[in-house]
C-alpha cells in the first residue's frame, strides 16, 4: 500500500509544479499516431488466444475517446517512464524514483501506468486516488498501459522471461480486468 500511495503522490507533487518554461516531455502524447499498431497487436495477441481481443479494443476505444478530454489538452510536468524498473523500494515502502531521462511537460496519463505495470487491483484505487487525476486521464494511462504490455510482448516474445516481458504480460491482463471491472 505504501508504494501506491507514495507513488500516486509523487506523480500529483509533479502536476502541481508550474510549467512555465518547461521542456516538453519525450512522450508527451502517449497515445497520439498509434491507433494501427495497437489495433494490429490486439488482432494478433487475439488470434494467438493471449488476450480477449474484444476486451483489448475497448480498453483503447476508452482511451482514444478520452484523447478529446480537456485534461489532454492541458500539459503538466511528468515523470514521463514510471515503470517498475525505474522504482526503488526497500522493505515494502517506496525509497526513490530514477532515470528522469523522459521528463518534462506532457499528458499526466502516461505516469498513471504503474497501475497496470505493478500494482493490484487492490493497491490501483489507492494510487488513483493520491493521484487525483479525473476519469479521462485514467482511460488514457490505461490504454498507455495497454499499448507498452503489447509493444513489450512484441519484442520480447508472449512466452519470454525477460523482464520487461514479464511486466508487458502484467500489464495486458490488468488493462483488461480493471475496464472489464469498471464497466
Known amino acids: 500500500m505504501d508504494v501506491a500511495v507514495r507513488l500516486g503522490r509523487f506523480v500529483a507533487a509533479l502536476r502541481d ?34 488476450i480477449d481481443e474484444a476486451l483489448a479494443t475497448a480498453v483503447w476505444d476508452g482511451a482514444q475517446a478520452a484523447l478529446a ?29 530514477i532515470d528522469f531521462d523522459l521528463m518534462g511537460a506532457g499528458d499526466s496519463a502516461v505516469d498513471m501506468v504503474p497501475a497496470w505495470t505493478l500494482l493490484t487491483a487492490k493497491t490501483r484505487p489507492l ?29 520480447f516474445g508472449v512466452h519470454s522471461h525477460h523482464p520487461r516481458a514479464v511486466t508487458g504480460r502484467y500489464a495486458l491482463s490488468h488493462t483488461i480486468a480493471d475496464h472489464r471491472q469498471a464497466t
Do not use: C, Q
Not at 21 to 48: E, W, Y
Not at 74 to 97: E, K, Q, T
Open 127 to 155: 494510487f488513483r486516488e493520491a493521484s487525483g487525476v479525473d476519469d479521462d486521464t485514467w482511460a488514457r494511462g490505461r490504454g498507455w498501459a495497454l499499448k507498452a504490455g503489447l509493444g513489450a510482448i512484441r519484442r
Open 17 to 50: 509544479i508550474d510549467t512555465a518554461g518547461a521542456p516538453a516531455s519525450l512522450r508527451p502524447h502517449p497515445l497520439r499516431g498509434d491507433d494501427g499498431g495497437v489495433r494490429t497487436d490486439i488482432r494478433a495477441l487475439g488470434a494467438a488466444g493471449v
Open 69 to 97: 478530454a480537456a485534461s489532454y489538452h492541458v500539459p503538466v510536468w511528468i515523470h514521463g517512464d514510471v515503470f517498475p524498473m525505474n522504482l526503488l523500494v526497500d522493505r515494502g515502502a517506496l525509497s526513490a524514483v
